[in-house]
């Protein structure tokens, strides 16, 4: 059978989405290689929330364009958020993609794929508010850890937002098909299980009884033998309520640390972007996770340069960021896209909203600084991520560090560790932002 080969770009939900594909084709009898090289049909599973992630997809198009040019690879089906939001210019603009399915035409990988192998073009845009369809996957993170998406869509609406355009509404999936995938996860050897969508904490508002269920949800995990760590991103500020911050203060595998995306703290601005709550909620919901879950570690990400962000805004986010001193923070430009409410308003230029990122960064740096200076001393519990051959160290996380977006311990130690186990780390140093530490028998 023809060879395979899989791109997956962005986000961890598109991650999962790209690894549901891969089972798809290999259960339909097709090889699935790791290298795109000699692919006779290489799928590019993009990304299209922000002009930066459209650049990297289109550039990896062009990449994928030139090797099909070379004879190195055969068809290109570009899938995701970047073909569902340019249907058609696509085809009309890179004639070296031989099809494009948007993200309601996942199932149909494998028809795609037959399609193309037999010369045909393929289009196919199936709903976006279709249910989900339960599938394997096969895992594209290291065996210790792995993704598992709770819902697709969201019903959110923020003003500068286009994945509701891109995803649908705010579809859960059936508690009992999440629990089965979770232990197979589990029987598998993942030990850290990260629960991910576009908002979690909305989960099971749209089953029946129009309940958060994600309480409940994590307490059913946690009775899964085999998860050490179980970690949520994607929580929405105005849905936690008392019970998941009991859940989350009481269950021993979840992990002390909150992704939650609250993109500014102005209360006008917040108006402006069609968020719920203002800059005093969030002050007083910060205080009371602080005071419940005694040593949680807070992520979050905010955007600068948003409509309605003057100096005066700007000040105050900065000042936010300053009295809260949250131990994780991205910061994002704005990136006005097209076909949302905010790209219509008045906004500041790209480079007063670059450097007000930048500014953001450097507070953000000397909060981190406080913190990894803080940890010196502890003895830590980290998990093995791998063996660094430049360095010749091996390195790993903490609690309070999510893969590919957080930072690593580099582990000093003439000992072989086992990539997925977890060991006791006691902090000594900070490289290049970085803890650093030498193993602790226990």
């Keep these: 059978m023809a060879n395979i080969g899989f791109i997956s770009l962005g986000c961890a939900k598109n991650q999962v989405d790209c ?31 922000i002009d930066s992630a459209k650049s990297e997809a289109i550039d990896f198009i062009l990449q994928m364009a030139q090797l099909k040019e070379q004879g190195m690879i055969g068809k290109i089906l570009v899938t995701g958020c970047l073909s569902q939001r340019y249907q058609q210019e696509i085809l009309n603009e890179m004639p070296e993609v031989d099809g494009v399915l948007g993200t309601g035409s996942y199932t ?20 976006i508010d279709a249910p989900e369809q339960e599938t394997g996957r096969i895992l594209t993170t290291p065996q210790h850890y792995a993704f598992i998406k709770i819902a697709e869509g969201c019903d959110n609406r923020c003003s500068y937002c286009i994945i509701p355009y891109l995803r649908g509404k705010f579809r859960s999936r059936q508690m009992d098909d999440v629990l089965y995938e979770a232990r197979l996860l589990a029987s598998s050897g993942v030990k850290e299980l ?24 994590l307490r059913q995990l946690c009775q899964i033998e085999g998860f050490h760590w179980i970690r949520v991103h994607y929580v929405y500020p105005d849905e936690i309520d008392d019970e998941l911050i009991d859940v989350i203060a009481q269950e021993e595998k979840i992990v002390k640390y909150l992704d939650i995306p609250i993109q500014h703290c102005n209360s006008k601005i ?23 879950i005694p040593g949680i570690v807070l992520r979050t990400s905010v955007i600068t340069g948003l409509p309605g962000e003057g100096e005066e805004e700007f000040l105050e986010l900065c000042q936010f960021l ?22 219509q308003m008045e906004y500041p230029d790209s480079e007063v909203a670059q450097e007000r990122a930048q500014m953001v960064e450097t507070i953000q740096s000397r909060i981190m600084d406080d913190y990894n200076a803080s940890m010196i001393g502890k003895t830590l519990e980290v998990l093995v991520d791998g063996y660094d051959e430049e360095f010749e160290q091996f ?16 582990i000093a130690t003439e000992e072989s560790l086992i990539e997925g186990a977890f060991v006791n780390v006691c902090i000594d140093g900070v490289t290049d932002g970085d803890l650093s530490g030498y193993l602790v028998e226990e």
Excluded at 279 to 292: A, N, T
Excluded at 395 to 410: K, L
């Design 322 to 343: 300053k009295e809260q001193c949250l131990e994780r923070v991205g910061a994002f430009p704005f990136s006005p896209e097209e076909g949302t409410p905010a790209a």
């Design 194 to 217: 990260i629960v991910v969508a576009q908002d979690t904490s909305r989960y099971g508002t749209d089953l029946p009884g129009n309940q958060r269920r994600l309480p409940e949800l």
């Design 108 to 127: 149909e990988v494998v028809p795609a794929i037959e399609k193309l192998l037999e010369g045909q073009q393929v289009v196919d845009f199936g709903s």
């Design 395 to 410: 390195y790993g996380r903490t609690f309070a560090d999510s893969p590919d977006i957080d930072g690593r311990v580099w």
């Design 19 to 49: 690894e549901r594909m891969m089972y798809r084709v290999q259960e339909a009898g097709f090889q699935v290689q790791a290298d795109v090289i000699g692919a006779d049909v290489v799928v590019i599973n993009t990304c299209g929330f």
């Design 270 to 292: 917040l108006k402006l972007m069609n968020r719920r709550g203002d800059g005093e909620f969030l002050r007083d919901l910060f205080i009371k996770l602080r005071e419940r």
